[in-house]
């Protein structure tokens, strides 16, 4: 059974934080994704990667980086952390036309 | 790109009836679409997919049919239970790397 998983359940930050957020999956999948989750707006995809150390925009990329140096481990950056990306993140992953598979999310708080 | 359309955004109903969820979708090229189901404070799983090269999927008491002419798809869940109630997304992606678009989400009620 294909498992994703991500570092913290809930997360409380300050404004003007650097925040990381991870993200691992066990299924040696090459495809992996970071949503942003907001009441009325559905999934937003932030960004996303096809291989190790490649990346590309989603939707709402602004105020986000991510990093994949290793295949398994896919990780969300807020450089500079703003009330405003307070929100639930959801990491997934997915083998190319295959069903893809969601982590339990992570709730960010930035105060 | 692709685009999704999901409707209705709410959705009640009683216990035992049935409830339909319709979603459309913009890019010829889509090939494989899932429905997922979060409850919750959990994760989106998914429930049904369907591949273009079939009509209609049956898993139980939910099913889900494509129309590639009209480019939409549904899911219909039938004798529903109050643990039916969850938000439910449709998705459209084809079989290669890009990501799969979702829709904005169904939130569904079932009224014991």
């Known amino acids: 059974d294909v498992k994703v998983t991500q570092s913290s359940r809930y997360l409380v930050k300050r404004t003007g934080e650097k925040v990381f957020l991870e993200c691992v999956q066990d299924?040696?999948?090459?495809?992996m994704f970071w949503y942003r989750q907001d009441p009325g707006l559905g999934l937003r995809l932030i960004y996303f990667?096809?291989?190790?150390?490649?990346?590309e925009k989603g939707d709402i990329p602004e105020g986000y980086s991510v990093s994949r140096e290793k295949k398994e481990r896919f990780s969300l950056i807020l450089e500079s952390a703003s009330t405003n990306q307070t929100s639930m993140y959801l990491c997934?992953?997915?083998?190319?036309?295959?069903?893809?598979?969601f982590g339990d999310g992570t709730r960010l708080s930035i105060l | 790109g692709e685009n999704v359309e999901q409707h209705p955004s709410t959705l009640s109903v009683q216990e035992g009836d049935s409830a339909v969820i319709k979603c459309t979708y913009s890019?010829?090229?889509?090939?494989?679409f899932p429905w997922y189901k979060q409850e919750l404070g959990k994760r989106p799983q998914l429930i049904i997919d369907?591949?273009?090269?079939?009509g209609e999927k049956k898993d139980q008491r939910i099913a889900v049919t494509l129309n590639k002419t009209a480019k939409h798809f549904s899911l219909h869940i039938t004798e529903t239970q109050p643990e039916d109630s969850a938000v439910y997304f449709c998705?459209?992606?084809?079989?290669?790397?890009?990501?799969?678009?979702f829709g904005k989400g169904t939130r569904l009620s079932v009224i014991a």
């Open positions: 998705a459209a992606g084809d079989s290669g790397n890009t990501p799969l678009v």
């Open positions: 299924m040696d999948h090459e495809n």
């Open positions: 890019d010829s090229a889509s090939n494989y």
């Open positions: 997934a992953s997915r083998r190319g036309g295959q069903p893809q598979h």
């Open positions: 369907i591949r273009s090269n079939v």
């Open positions: 990667s096809y291989d190790v150390k490649m990346k």
